[in-house]
């Protein structure tokens, strides 16, 4: 007997991940399973744009807020990137971006060069030697922002984990004006000893190797560390970093916020935040996950002046 209803999940950045019950033969659906979470999806608004980045390719983007947001250029705006290893960014619902956006915050995420939000084609086009097109596109993401009147460089924050510590390192190194503050999760910091480490070798494929000059060269360009500027003013940052961390060294946040703090030439605060009971993140109880998120929501409201 063939089947009379099927279920499927539907999630986006306004809609916590519900599952629904469609019946096949009349053409509807009603919710089968949601979460218990107190949140009005008609109280927000998500939408895509694309901008154009600095080569003139156009990137997509999806922007999420309260309804009425005013674009007055004073809103806490959190921009969310990665660009790399294939990985597509798709929409879903998060309850730790939900209690940023009942705070008047902007949640916004480019799908940036090296995801595979394209296909291949576009991920190869920020790997290796094309990798500065990663940050390049999230830098125009952020002047984007800007100039629709979404917030400033006062009130705008970036951040990005693990390979998207790249993207992270390399926007404040590139552009620390643009920045007020920068939240780098386990990020690769150093990309020129990345071969070295005890997961190093696998990630070769991705970001190419030491021992050749192309791969070195590219290799140089993305290390964020060795782009550290003396005497310049840099965003405030919160590095943050589990000690037993198998896939990316601790020691690259700690060198990375050692040599930020010796060379800023501001006040603003770079901090590192270390975990002495998580790695990469994978494993972290609840527990560690609502502390670790609480510190960074408090970090950017407190350089934001909120």
């Not at 947001?69 to 990137?81: I, Q, R, W």
């Not at 939900?98 to 902007?106: N, P, R, T, Y």
């Not at 951040?159 to 386990?186: H, K, W, Y």
């Not at 972290?284 to 670790?292: H, L, V």
């Amino acid at each position: 007997k063939e089947k009379e209803e099927l279920y499927y999940s539907f999630t986006n950045y306004v809609t916590p991940g519900t599952i629904y019950k469609y019946n096949i033969e009349e053409g509807t659906s009603e919710v089968y399973n949601k979460p218990n979470i107190t949140f009005n999806p008609d109280d927000y608004e998500s939408k895509q744009v694309f901008y154009t980045s600095k080569d003139g390719t156009k990137v997509p983007m999806i922007i999420t807020h309260k309804k009425g947001l005013e674009l007055d250029g004073k809103n806490p705006t959190m921009l969310y990137g990665y660009g790399g290893f294939n990985v597509s960014l798709t929409p879903s619902f998060s309850t730790a971006n939900a209690i940023w956006m009942e705070q008047g915050g902007v949640y916004a995420v480019p799908n940036l060069r090296g995801g595979g939000e394209y296909g291949k084609e576009w991920h190869l086009m920020g790997q290796k030697s094309n990798k500065p097109n990663t940050w390049k596109d999230f830098i125009s993401c952020a002047e984007y922002l800007i100039d629709k009147g979404y917030t400033s460089e006062q009130y705008l924050a970036g951040q990005g984990g693990s390979a998207g510590g790249i993207l992270i390192g390399r926007a404040i190194t590139e552009r620390p004006d643009l920045f007020q503050c920068a939240i780098i999760n386990v990020g690769c910091m150093d990309m020129l000893r990345m071969e070295t480490t005890t997961n190093g070798v696998p990630n070769i494929k991705e970001f190419g190797s030491v021992k050749t000059r192309e791969g070195f060269d590219a290799l140089l360009a993305m290390s964020s560390f060795h782009h550290v500027v003396d005497g310049v003013d840099y965003p405030a940052v919160l590095s943050t970093h589990g000690v037993n961390d198998p896939r990316v060294e601790p020691w690259f946040s700690a060198k990375m916020t050692a040599r930020l703090q010796t060379a800023t030439s501001g006040n603003r605060p770079i901090l590192f935040r270390v975990d002495y009971d998580a790695g990469h993140g994978i494993g972290s109880t609840k527990m560690q996950r609502y502390e670790k998120q609480a510190d960074i929501w408090a970090f950017l409201l407190w350089q934001f002046g909120q």
